[in-house]
């Protein structure tokens, strides 16, 4: 199930090494002579299995985090920085060179996608793209916020002149399923809106950052972006305990969130921008077109192996038809295709995490023993860096894999008789972002529906569950998500909302005309952005 060295493309082999030797703090690319870490793909090059080393990281200790936090803090300089109080052109000029150097590195960025998370190639190139096109829609959206707010308002005899202001100093920690699109969905409304940022790429996926090192230090204002490497506990921890973060923004796991959220001395004060874990599941009502459902639960489920925040966590399909779905499902998930991201038609690839097929064993064999069959006959195969996908039926309460987010290959299924079943379990769970909803009666899918919405924040009507397109919301309730991130949203979540007031008298308005006809200030300002 392994390429050979003679399989791997020419323009997809690795031919030399990365080795990271800098990282970006205070406008430069300072050089690391310190400890590094090595970076491996699980993916091998060679007849007999073996990862394949890709290159290696800086590991930064907390001397250099806190550089890296003062420098963020020095480019904002108590809001008096070049940076937050650029005009609001400035800003937008600068993040379209960046997004014009960005797109040299696509050839560069794809193949370390695919070396360093096993991410096939159609989607290593749409996350790319995606990402920017996520950046024109953001610079797009700003441009339409900026022409909202170039006015005054009047109320009770006082003038109002209201912008969005940034929020400070934000710590930016992004995710290894998506390292470059889910990451910049934070970094990029972040900076845009005026704030300083210090930046740790994700452990599988950081090598893929390095090519754009250079157009950060070139496109912004010095400390306004800076990039760090090594160990997020001994990055992360000491910048938080400085109470200086102003915002924290994550995108991962819970834990993790609360734990860095808890080093903050003074918590009132932090804001938060959080994209975390969730168990969406599917409901499959027994109306619902059969070869739709299982289409769609099938990308649902395994695309990217499964490891996806959105992906389809576990299925509920109704007793009266679960034979013929769990049959055609398992006939699906058999036909898809294993090999490495660059083949033709591949939709399983290997796991980046060397721990992950252990793991999912685990739920397999906790699933099994507690009365679960394996329903298709490729489910549970083993290789060196893979797991096939198993799917698991019948599911009950007391299973590892019900009850944990399983971010892999495995497909646990469940029958329902009543739709509260479904209803309750979900309103039980810890998490609440998305649903699937299958089937076609209305006067079932309407009160289906109106309960849903208050479970979770996206349902999805005969489709499987995902976070685009990019100007809709995403977010979820309970542990599932804090703030919105969406083109629109996120640039209100890394910001707020402040004014100017002035009493509406002849002398305040000589003042404010004097203001808007010299154009002093960039903050009082009618101008108007085409």
């Known amino acids: 199930m392994n390429s050979t060295i003679t399989e791997i493309p020419q323009q997809y082999k690795i031919t030399s090494l990365l080795h990271q030797k800098s990282y970006l703090v205070s406008g430069e690319l300072k050089t ?67 997004v014009e150097q ?7 960025v794809v193949k370390l996608l695919m070396w360093e998370i096993g991410k096939n190639l159609p989607d290593s190139e749409k996350e790319f793209d995606r990402t920017v096109d996520y950046i024109y829609d953001t610079i797009e959206d700003y441009k339409q916020l900026d022409r909202d707010s170039a006015k005054f308002e009047k109320n009770d005899g006082v003038y109002a ?55 950060f230090q070139s496109s912004f204002p010095k400390g306004v972006v800076n990039v760090i490497y090594g160990r997020g506990r001994v990055l992360a921890t000491p910048i938080m305990q400085s109470g200086k973060i102003d915002v924290l923004a994550l995108i991962g796991n819970s834990k993790s969130a609360n734990a860095l959220q808890s080093q903050h001395p003074k918590g009132n004060r932090l804001r938060m921008v959080l994209g975390l874990e969730a168990k969406n599941p599917a409901i499959v009502l027994p109306d619902a077109d059969l070869d739709l459902a299982v289409s769609e639960c099938l990308a649902g489920t395994l695309s990217f192996n499964g490891q996806r925040c959105t992906a389809l966590k576990v299925l509920y399909v109704h007793e009266s038809i679960a034979d013929e779905f769990n049959k055609r499902f398992s006939a699906k998930v058999d036909a898809l295709k294993f090999g490495n991201p660059w083949e033709e038609g591949v939709k399983l690839t290997p796991l980046p995490e060397v721990d992950k097929p252990k793991y ?22 083993t290789t060196n860096n ?10 009950s309460k007391d299973m590892k894999v019900y009850k ?35 089937g076609k009666n209305v006067n079932t899918l309407a009160p289906l529906i109106d309960t849903l919405v208050n479970l979770v924040c996206r349902v999805n009507l005969n489709s499987s569950c995902q976070r685009g397109p990019d100007v809709y919301p995403f977010t979820g309730r309970k542990d599932s998500a804090f703030g919105t991130l969406s083109v629109h949203d996120a640039l209100r979540s890394f910001s707020i909302r402040t004014f100017v007031a002035s009493k509406d008298n002849e002398y305040n308005k000589a003042i404010l005309n004097e203001l808007l006809d010299k154009k002093i200030s960039n903050f009082i300002s009618t101008d108007y952005i085409l």
């Open 32 to 98: 690391w002579n310190g400890a590094t870490s090595e970076v491996y793909s699980t993916i091998s090059s060679t007849e007999d299995y073996k990862p394949t080393l890709l290159g290696t990281v800086p590991d930064l200790g907390e001397n250099e985090a806190m550089e890296a936090l003062s420098s963020a803090l020095s480019a904002y300089d108590k809001g008096q920085g070049l940076w937050p109080t650029m005009k609001v052109e400035a800003r937008i000029k600068c993040m379209e060179k960046f």
């Open 102 to 108: 960005m797109k040299t590195k696509r050839e560069e």
């Open 161 to 215: 002149h209201i912008r969005r202001g940034p929020l400070g100093v934000v710590l930016c920690l992004g995710p290894y399923n998506y390292p470059l699109n889910e990451t910049f969905t934070l970094l990029i409304p972040a900076l845009i809106m005026g704030n300083t940022v210090v930046f740790k790429p994700a452990k599988h996926g950081v090598l893929l950052i390095s090519p754009l090192l250079e157009a």
């Open 360 to 381: 999912i064993q685990e739920l397999i064999d906790d699933a099994l023993s507690k009365g679960a069959s394996i329903l298709n006959k490729k489910g549970g195969e």
């Open 386 to 395: 893979f797991i096939f996908p198993a799917v698991l039926y019948p599911i």
């Open 404 to 438: 944990e987010e399983q971010f892999g290959p495995v497909v646990p299924v469940m029958s329902f008789k009543n739709i509260e079943e479904p209803l309750d379990d979900m309103a039980e769970s810890n998490y609440g972002q998305q649903v699937s909803l299958f």
